[in-house]
């Protein structure tokens, strides 16, 4: 039998376990030799049924950990739904649920399916408390001094080298400390708009750029965005001439997950470009990847120093530290000076701790852990709201990330169901939180970045039972 039509009847009969639910979502798949041992064939032969079946979605590769039978190919519930804009919809801000929400950050005993923090077990806290007794040792000043207006050097020169994704098209001098990746989306959006100017935004789009936007007295154009593939650039094409600046976060989005494709990112690239429009890129999930490598953000086509490249410690090292990163291409020098006015500098003392801990702290090993602990959860999630969840419920496929976009049925509020959920301690971020107009009522917003335990499981389970309930 010919080699080409033995890798095919590998890939078919694995394709067959698959379909007879033999082999199930993350499941592994034998690795390259005891496949090669089990069919008696040659590793290459191996290596292209793999490949073939990873090109139809059906298993996918973690690198150094083998193949994986893949979350698509035993999708039980639809994508949700791609938002139809209408710019003549009711406005209504979310402030009010935002407060709500927010107002439960140091509930305790509270399940935290709400705000999108790292419950502490991600954490690395015994290494973070080391390299703050490092740096303490050899501070003369406790870290009372000013440190530079740009940000520590030691800490830019950490963050360009962990920055191999760019491969080595930033550098220190690139880089601009801020307080989070918040105060960078802000300090980006002052920096190239002004009051009355229209910004590009995903939908739904994550709610603190929303507030951003609004408190700078910006217009935001919601733009329909697809769950896996991103923003649709053929409508983004048609409001582009009216834009000041587009605020997108292309590596695993906030709310919905997804990662935007290469040719997406370069398209993308080159329409800002032609229209000379700034891009804000908001890149704080891009290490936190499922797939095999990090992805590339639109920075990395960027030759025209528009797009505004930013970054943080904040989702996978430490929340509270507030210490992020842009790379303002064009607009650097007008960053510093607004950070000059708003902050003078950032606090030394947590610029050098995460200094250390990403030189001495083994951070990509971190990261690798973490990465795994989250892709577990996903996989635990994704099985709960298809037991728990009514069979109509409409679910994400994140690539990345911590969050998962639940739609629905349209008789549901998922605002009226917040409160009934609170009562029984368990919190979830609502649809219209999402949005600058009265939509995505019927939908909701889950982190899987926590402790996964019993409770959790069986809280998901009480959750599934109050919208069936409702029904």
Same mark, same amino acid.
């Given at each position: 039998?010919?080699?080409?039509?033995?890798?095919?009847?590998?890939?078919?009969?694995?394709?067959?376990?698959?379909?007879?639910?033999?082999?199930?979502?993350?499941?592994?798949?034998?690795?390259?030799?005891?496949?090669?041992?089990?069919?008696?064939?040659?590793?290459?032969?191996?290596?292209?049924?793999?490949?073939? &079946?990873?090109?139809?979605?059906?298993?996918?590769?973690?690198?150094?950990?083998?193949?994986?039978?893949?979350?698509?190919?035993?999708?039980? #519930?639809?994508?949700?739904?791609?938002?139809?804009?209408?710019?003549?919809?009711?406005?209504?801000?979310?402030?009010?649920?935002?407060?709500?929400?927010?107002?439960?950050?140091?509930?305790?005993?509270?399940?935290?399916?709400?705000?999108?923090?790292?419950?502490?077990?991600?954490l690395p806290l015994a290494k973070l408390?080391?390299?703050?007794?490092?740096?303490?040792?050899?501070?003369?000043?406790?870290?009372?001094?000013?440190?530079?207006?740009?940000?520590?050097?030691?800490?830019?020169?950490?963050?360009?080298?962990?920055?191999?994704?760019?491969?080595?098209?930033?550098?220190?001098?690139?880089?601009?400390?801020?307080?989070?990746?918040?105060?960078?989306?802000?300090?980006?959006?002052?920096?190239?708009?002004?009051?009355?100017?229209?910004?590009?935004?995903?939908?739904?789009?994550?709610?603190?750029?929303?507030?951003?936007?609004?408190?700078?007295?910006?217009?935001?154009?919601?733009?329909?965005?697809?769950?896996?593939?991103?923003?649709?650039?053929?409508?983004?094409?048609?409001?582009?001439?009216?834009?000041?600046?587009?605020?997108?976060?292309?590596?695993?989005?906030?709310?919905?997950?997804?990662?935007?494709?290469?040719?997406?990112?370069?398209?993308?690239?080159?329409?800002?470009?032609?229209?000379?429009?700034? #891009?804000?890129?908001?890149?704080?999930?891009?290490?936190?990847?499922?797939?095999?490598?990090?992805?590339?953000?639109?920075?990395?086509?960027?030759?025209a120093g528009l797009v505004m490249w930013?970054?943080?410690?904040?989702?996978?090292?430490?929340?509270?530290?507030?210490?992020?990163?842009?790379?303002?291409?064009?607009?650097?020098?007008?960053?510093?000076?607004?950070?000059?006015?708003?902050?003078?500098?950032?606090?030394?003392?947590?610029?050098?701790?995460?200094?250390?801990?990403?030189?001495?702290?083994?951070?990509?090993?971190?990261?690798?852990?973490?990465?795994?602990?989250?892709?577990?959860?996903?996989?635990?999630?994704?099985?709960?709201?298809?037991?728990?969840?009514?069979?109509?419920?409409?679910?994400?496929?994140?690539?990345?990330?911590?969050?998962?976009?639940?739609?629905?049925?349209?008789?549901?509020?998922?605002?009226?169901?917040?409160?009934?959920?609170?009562?029984?301690?368990?919190?979830?971020?609502?649809?219209?939180?999402?949005?600058?107009?009265?939509?995505?009522?019927?939908?909701?917003?889950?982190?899987?970045? #926590?402790?996964?335990?019993?409770?959790?499981?069986?809280?998901?389970?009480? &959750?599934?039972?109050?919208?069936?309930?409702?029904?």
């Open positions: 039998m010919s080699k080409d039509v033995l890798y095919l009847k590998i890939a078919k009969s694995v394709t067959e376990q698959i379909q007879s639910d033999t082999l199930q979502f993350g499941d592994r798949l034998p690795s390259l030799r005891s496949a090669q041992k089990l069919y008696n064939v040659s590793l290459n032969t191996v290596k292209q049924a793999y490949m073939e &079946l990873e090109s139809r979605s059906l298993v996918e590769s973690r690198p150094k950990y083998g193949y994986f039978v893949s979350q698509t190919s035993q999708r039980k #519930l639809a994508l949700p739904s791609i938002a139809k804009i209408k710019e003549a919809a009711v406005q209504k801000s979310p402030e009010d649920l935002i407060d709500k929400v927010f107002g439960t950050i140091s509930g305790k005993d509270i399940t935290q399916f709400a705000l999108g923090i790292p419950g502490e077990s991600f408390k080391k390299s703050i007794n490092n740096v303490i040792k050899r501070k003369n000043d406790s870290g009372t001094d000013y440190e530079p207006v740009q940000g520590s050097e030691h800490l830019r020169r950490e963050i360009a080298k962990w920055a191999l994704v760019l491969e080595g098209k930033i550098t220190e001098d690139d880089l601009v400390i801020t307080s989070g990746a918040m105060n960078a989306v802000y300090n980006c959006l002052m920096a190239v708009t002004k009051p009355g100017d229209s910004v590009a935004v995903e939908s739904p789009v994550y709610f603190g750029i929303l507030q951003a936007i609004e408190l700078l007295g910006l217009k935001a154009v919601e733009i329909p965005t697809h769950p896996i593939l991103g923003i649709d650039l053929d409508e983004l094409k048609k409001v582009l001439p009216k834009l000041s600046a587009c605020c997108f976060v292309t590596n695993f989005n906030n709310p919905l997950g997804f990662q935007m494709p290469d040719e997406n990112k370069k398209e993308l690239v080159r329409l800002i470009t032609e229209y000379n429009v700034p #891009l804000i890129e908001d890149d704080i999930y891009g290490n936190v990847y499922f797939g095999a490598e990090r992805p590339k953000p639109c920075k990395y086509y960027d030759e930013i970054g943080s410690v904040t989702k996978v090292l430490a929340p509270g530290y507030r210490v992020g990163w842009v790379a303002p291409g064009k607009f650097k020098d007008k960053i510093i000076r607004q950070k000059l006015v708003q902050t003078v500098c950032s606090p030394s003392l947590y610029s050098d701790v995460i200094a250390d801990f990403l030189e001495y702290g083994r951070y990509d090993h971190h990261l690798r852990m973490f990465r795994n602990k989250l892709y577990a959860n996903y996989h635990q999630i994704q099985k709960s709201v298809a037991s728990y969840f009514p069979d109509n419920t409409k679910i994400s496929e994140p690539k990345g990330g911590f969050m998962l976009w639940l739609e629905l049925d349209k008789r549901i509020c998922t605002e009226d169901l917040y409160d009934e959920a609170f009562s029984k301690k368990i919190n979830f971020a609502p649809g219209r939180m999402f949005s600058q107009y009265n939509q995505y009522q019927n939908c909701m917003r889950l982190n899987y970045a #926590l402790e996964w335990t019993d409770r959790v499981e069986s809280d998901l389970e009480k &959750l599934g039972k109050m919208i069936k309930n409702r029904l």
